[in-house]
């Protein structure tokens, strides 16, 4: 949004020797981003007002002259022209050497410098209204007509910025730091900031009291979506243009004057924020009434759309049909014409839910409903219509009111907030005397009582529409008043006992980066929406698939209940630059939780499901080696990333799947994914033609991380380790886990052994019925010395016995 700095200091005054940049910082930090400070000016440098005190044919050209210029140097200057509306003693814009203009206000900006025209030297350049960005305010039919200025009483070499009263400076406003501040989408609310900022006396709008009796009135039959609405019928008006003064303000931040009193309602909206309209009284049938729109019910708008309405519209209607769709646009028949003498004014506030689903339902994007789907206050009509009146009175000193209508059944109520000193201060970091916080939200309108600990806070009207509701409102209201960067940092304490270990997460991690790094797969980011001519290309039904309630595009409205759809969209945007490439994609999809999940082997599937897809793309002939690609990089996937296993399997196939070449992904039995060729129709469907593109999908919730390893570090022995080995004869039923344990129940300590090992088992006629031959190997070392075979031998010798006495184990002849 664009803001005037000379029409916010209309408002309060701003000391004039205050630092721009200091007061966009003050405004970015308390209230709103500024993103930009432009001084309207600098477009005009070197842009002068001269005076044309002769206008001579060219010698080489019918359609040019030489126009003799004075430019108040002193000098006289023959400037070359082409327009078609030149005479002597006109003023007109001349762009000196070094101005930059728009050649025929089209194309880039070009710097004027001293050349010849066919011939003669031309200093600079006299210009029409479309070449120094003008056009809005001075409008022609003529593209040769030239900027006539010689109604200002100037003098020649005037700067062109100066005789227009264009010095300003633009504030450049991000809207969406203002979204949940309707008060701010004016210049008054902004004014309104910075005098609580400043501290500086605010200008109070003087309240607008009808002295009229009429028959007329307004009808609201749906007083939810229509909280207020106030109508004014007014004669004695035409169709003239507004002040110059007027249209330079609605100009400069980007909208173009019209008419007197369609500038009337557009200067009040930029003004208060407030949107209002004009219509024409002699094509409104009996009175107004606001009402749900028919189905089916027809409306012509002012920018010539015809709509088709639903009885979700509200709309404003007379007797015989609607004449506006409320808080969006008028319609064409009603609204200002060139004939209209007589107008109704309205000023109305709406529900905003309600505007913003017809201003996106019919694709409508208005500045009226772009302030009304913010939840206006209906309490900011009052400043409107004062201003309003006081313009027409103003613009039309013959203007009569002959009617007045308000129709506000129930106030608004203003919000009402309990907060305890003590939540004030933790949350703050900081105790701020009641006297400085009474001081504080008082500038901004804020009523405030206090009880020992506990404060009462009353909003004021234009922010009790949603904006102030809870306790950390008013705590950001203290804080941006006070000054974040008033607060001193204090360090926050805490105790970290352990990294934790979030093995499925990290899963995700390593998927992509095995993907990416050891495969050499490119990673892409799709929309949350899928586009309709791939899913039905690729789902076999919407069945379960969620859907948009305001879609970016008709054709975009389904959620992606699988990454198949987009996949394949960006498989056929990339083939327009690669014939061979790998791409992955890893997102959440969405599903009803009422409908099973692609896959029937396992149970329904929550809300959210993380999932992994990609796509492998080379020459139609090649699908073998293709095949093969895409089930290597998905059978290596579970031992690089540690995780269990899965299976390959044809048990159900895919709808989007070539009949030959597919097959599922098993893991514990159940589907987990699919691997298929996409089959020739659904490529087809896709825009895919003479390449073969292999896809497959995984759901990374139903993949198993496998524990993280435990491995631990242990020196090499630097002494030699003796291996032992023993046969021994054991009952068939001892088992190795067995035989391990009691041959490691005196490892360490000051045992010589080391481990033990399994070496083989033997079954035979050399060993008895019942038993098992066992051949272990056992290591025997020090750590601090070479041993002695007599040392070695004790060692062997005492594991031997252990298992004689326990197991019952016999050594083998």
Known sequence: MKLSLNWIKYYEKIPEDMDLSNLAYDLTMATVEVEDTIDLAKQFDKMVIGKVVEVLPHPNADKLRVCKTDIGDGNVYDIVCGGSNLYEGMNAVVACPGAKVRWHGEGELVEIANTKLRGVKSFGMICASSEVGLFDLFPFTDEATIMDLTHLDVAPGTPLADALELNDIILEIDNKSMTNRPDLWGHYGIARELAALYNLPLTQFEEYTPAVQSDFTVAVEDTARCPRYIGVEMSGLDVKPSPFKMQTRIWRVGMRPINALVDITNYVMLATGQPTHAFDADNISGHITVRRAADSENLLLLNDKELKLCNDDLVIADSESAVGLAGVMGGAKDSVLPTTNRVILEVANFDAMSIRRTASRYETRTEAAARYEKAIDPERCDQALALAMTLFAELYPEMNVTGFCDNYPEKLKKAEIDVSAEWLAKRLGKRLANEEIEQKLGRLGFEIAFDGDNMHVVAPTWRSTGDISIKADIMEEVARMYGYENFEPTPIVTAFDGAINQIDIDLERKIKEYLALRCGMQEIFTYPWMEDKYVKAVLESTDGILALSAPPAPVESLIRSSLLPNMCKAVAANLRYYSEFSIFEAAQILQDKEYSTPYDSREALPLQRRNIAGAFVGESDNVTALFRKAKGVLEAMPRTVHMEGFEFAQTQKPFWADNVVWINIILGGSIVGNLALLSKKAALSCGIKNSAVMLF?????????????????????????????????????????????????????????????????????????????ITIRLIIGSLTRTLTSAEIENCANAVVKRLKKQLGAEMRN
């Open 697 to 773: 999908e995984l759901d990374i919730d139903a993949l198993k991380p496998l524990p993280s390893r435990s491995n631990t570090f242990a020196h090499l022995p630097e002494y030699p380790m003796t291996d032992y080995d023993v046969s021994l004869l054991f009952d068939s039923a001892v088992k190795w886990d067995e035989i391990i344990k009691v041959i490691l129940s005196k490892k360490g300590g000051d045992s010589l052994l080391q481990n033990g090992e399994f070496v083989d088992e033997y079954k035979g006629k050399q060993v008895p019925q019942g038993q098992k031959s």
